[in-house]
Nanobody
Framework: QVQVVESGGGLVQPGGSLRLSCTASTVLFYRYTMGWYRQAPGKQRELVASITGGQITTYADSVKGRFTISRVNAKKAVYLQMNSLKPEDTAVYYC????????WGQGTQVTVSS
């Protein structure tokens, strides 16, 4: 069983920045594709960004140019740097670790509001 733990959410004003962190408890971390998903009230969970073990990244169109996903395999960690935040970015953000099967974190709330 892989434990996935997120941190770093909170309340931020529009235009502000937040950095989310996620760790996964597996010695095979470097083989996992790591992803950040989000779910806003009344909406389906959607992929925000992902990064493979080989550092290939993908982004949702809505966050391109504002969010950056990165990983440090030695720390078994993945990060999501979120800049120029908008109210529509408000959601619970979930970290996902995927290799043969998917593991999810408990989620962290991000609220963008003045």
């Amino acid at each position: 069983q892989v434990q996935v733990v997120e941190s770093g959410g909170g309340l931020v004003q529009p235009g502000g920045s937040l950095r989310l962190s996620c760790t996964a408890s597996t010695v095979l971390f470097y083989r996992y594709t790591m992803g950040w998903y989000r779910q806003a009230p009344g909406k389906q969970r959607e992929l925000v960004a992902s990064i493979t073990g080989g550092q290939i990244t993908t982004y949702a169109d809505s966050v391109k140019g504002r969010f950056t996903i990165s990983r440090v395999n030695a720390k078994k960690a993945v990060y999501l740097q979120m800049n120029s935040l908008k109210p529509e970015d408000t959601a619970v953000y979930y970290c996902n670790a995927n290799f043969e099967r998917a593991y999810w974190g408990q989620g962290t709330q991000v609220t963008v509001s003045s």
